[in-house]
């Protein structure tokens, strides 16, 4: 009777479930469906108007997409003046909490006036734009297979085992996947390089959440928000997981008033992206940041970022490699020469950080067809950022028009200081000063560098593995700022080796060599070769693990002793310490080498010195 009580329970329960899942379908079916947006000059008084700006808000943080303004402090007056209610309106409660907040500090309400006639007719010129229904449909997606899930979960018996008679399918999540012994391996090695790379700098390392209130993560990442994975409601709290390790560190430094630190943090980060497994793109990964924070001298801790990258991709022997390098200056520069209205330039920065994924014709189009540009503008672009080169570029772009802008003259004197010091620090030979690089995070406002391998990895099958950029980052001055109350800024400039990337290239050449890979740290390995010795092994095994040798024995009381041998060799355990009842005897045990099959006898008052001494390990200090 209980059994079955149970299972009624869970099937209605997971009916309940089916029923919210649809009407969120039916409500999202409903805002993909063509219909006028318009939004009434001067007026924010009907239900669907407002339903509307509340579905603006779910994937922008301020009124002029991710930067706060004065349109914002106007909407906060008109909405307190006419006292409207948005308190089921989720999003543009969010919304007007976060201005409200804002609004306290005096420094930051400086901004300039507007109308609410003008804001209006900013919403409705935006509310046009494509790319909103784009992530409808991605979220309509999604939640249309979550429901046939469902659906399929009730088929099955009211979510007894899973799908097809019963039986659970057992896989990975999209976008995730499991790591084998040998896998793991190799990723450890790798991650001991990395960090001792860090360390060799003076990095200090932290740790911070894996996931964010929502309000942290929002508005940093440019048109890359829409890949944040949202979690539900917990507590009252709107939660997401991480998207990088660079805004969870800025909200720490703000936090913690913090305002100089070297810091590294190898943690995984979550994005809502389509994935490729062969070209290392995961939608659970990790990151290995390096970040130096604090006021220095021009270019001196962005030219060592650039160092550690030649350092790492170096040392992992992944093939050849470019670090390119930039400068927002100079991109807002160029913009500003082509006749780009400001107000555009971190949308048209976003199209421009195509380029290394798509040619330069659909760049162009997209700029001019969905965001609004004029052809001659993106014309003029075009010729610049199909520039790059070295020092001899930035000479060239000095005697250029580009030299009018002062913004782009003071990027161009940077970049010059950066190549010096590259040169200075021996890796010159892999910068490239590439004006195609645009890197779409809104939060960088100085240098930013890109390493992207040359194209000569090859799978077994000889196919080119493309797995594009490699390491990233930049400067980004503001963004702790952002987090600070009283809006105290620190420099900071930092850089992410995207590790999972180069790993698929590594995962490929073991294939390739058909390398053998030891899984375990095994050094000794206690054999026995007559019976009921299991206690005197472990007396053994006792006596080398508190003197921090890695030693392992069979978990047989009785195992046969060529069943032994085997197990170090196929494992690459390198010595092996022999005992029977002679040895016993005689207080020695004989010492084996596997690779050699050498046996010596040793005294147990001698044996930890002597397996010391060949495995090169010298004793402990503390």
């Known amino acids: 009777f209980t059994s079955t009580r149970e299972k009624v329970m869970a099937s209605t329960a997971l009916l309940e479930r ?43 943080s301020y009124v002029e997409n991710f930067q706060f303004s004065g349109s914002d402090v106007c909407l906060l007056k008109y909405f307190q003046g006419k006292s409207v209610n948005v308190e089921n309106l989720s999003n543009l409660k969010r919304w007007q ?20 006639e003008n804001v209006l007719k900013h919403f409705s010129k935006e509310l046009k734009r494509p790319n909103n229904t784009v992530t409808k449909c991605q979220n309509l997606d999604e939640e249309i297979a979550k429901l046939k899930a469902l659906k399929l979960e009730l088929g099955d018996g009211g979510g007894s085992a899973g799908a097809q008679g019963g039986k659970l399918i057992l896989k990975t999540a999209k976008g995730t996947r499991d790591y084998q012994p040998q896998q793991m391996a190799v990723r450890e090695k790798v991650f001991d390089m990395i960090i001792s790379t860090f360390k060799r700098h003076g990095a200090e390392t932290i740790d911070t959440p894996v996931f964010e209130l929502k309000d942290v993560l929002t508005g940093k990442y440019g048109e890359d928000s829409k890949l944040i994975y949202d979690l539900a409601d917990q507590g009252g709290e709107m939660l997401a997981l991480r998207y990088d390790l660079t805004v969870p560190f800025a909200r720490y430094c703000a936090m913690n008033k913090i305002s100089n630190i070297k810091r590294y943090h190898i943690a995984k980060v979550y994005r809502r992206d389509n994935p490729s497994i062969a070209r290392g793109r995961l939608r659970e990964f990790y990151q290995c940041d390096f970040d130096i924070a ?32 930039n400068h927002r200056m100079i991109l807002d520069g160029i913009f500003e020469v082509c006749g780009v209205k400001a107000d555009m330039f971190r949308t048209i920065c976003s199209s421009v950080d195509k380029l290394d994924k798509s040619p330069w014709e659909e760049v162009r189009k997209e700029m001019v067809d969905e965001k609004g540009l004029d052809e001659e503008s993106a014309d003029k672009i075009g010729e610049f950022v199909r520039m790059s080169g070295g020092e001899e570029l930035i000479e060239e772009l000095l005697k250029s028009k580009l030299a009018e802008s002062k913004t782009a003259k003071q990027g161009l004197e940077d970049m010059r200081l950066l190549l010096r010091y590259c040169d200075i620090y021996g890796c010159s030979e892999v910068v490239s000063f590439d004006l195609s690089l645009a890197r779409g995070l809104d939060y960088y406002t100085g240098v930013i560098y890109e390493a992207v391998l040359c194209g000569d990895a090859k799978d077994a099958n000889g196919e080119d593995i493309t797995v594009g950029s490699v390491a990233g980052g930049g400067r980004y001055d503001g963004l702790v700022g952002m987090f600070d109350p009283k809006k105290r800024s620190v420099p900071c400039v930092g850089v992410s080796i995207g590790i999972e990337r180069l790993f698929s290239i590594m995962e490929s050449n073991m294939t390739k060599q058909e390398v053998k890979i030891r899984t375990v740290d ?54 092996a310490v022999v005992i029977g009842e002679s040895e016993l005897e005689k207080g020695v045990v004989k010492l ?22 060949k495995l090169s390990i010298k004793p402990q200090l503390d």
């Open 97 to 116: 909490k976060h201005i409200e907040h804002l609004s306290k500090d005096k420094t930051v309400t400086k901004q300039k006036e507007t109308t609410i």
């Open 522 to 575: 095994t050094q000794v390995f206690v054999i026995t070769a007559q019976k009921n010795l299991v206690e005197e092994r472990m007396k053994i095994v006792g006596e080398l693990w508190g003197n921090d040798i890695k030693t392992e024995h069979s978990y047989k009381k009785n195992p046969k002793m060529l069943n032994q041998l085997q197990y170090c060799e196929e494992n690459g355990i390198p010595l």
């Open 18 to 60: 089916i029923k919210q899942q649809g009407d969120l379908v039916r409500k999202l079916k409903a805002e993909k469906a063509p219909k006028e947006k318009a939004l009434k000059n001067g007026s924010l008084d009907t239900e669907e108007e407002l339903t509307i700006l509340d579905n603006y808000f779910l994937d922008q």
């Open 592 to 613: 084996r080498s596997i690779a050699t099959r050498e046996e010596e006898e040793v005294g147990r008052g001698e044996l930890v010195a002597i397996i010391r001494t």
């Open 294 to 325: 604090g006021q220095y001298d021009a270019m001196m801790p962005d030219a060592e970022c650039v160092k550690i990258v030649q350092e790492i991709l170096s040392g992992i022997n992944v093939g050849k490699f470019v670090v390119k390098v």
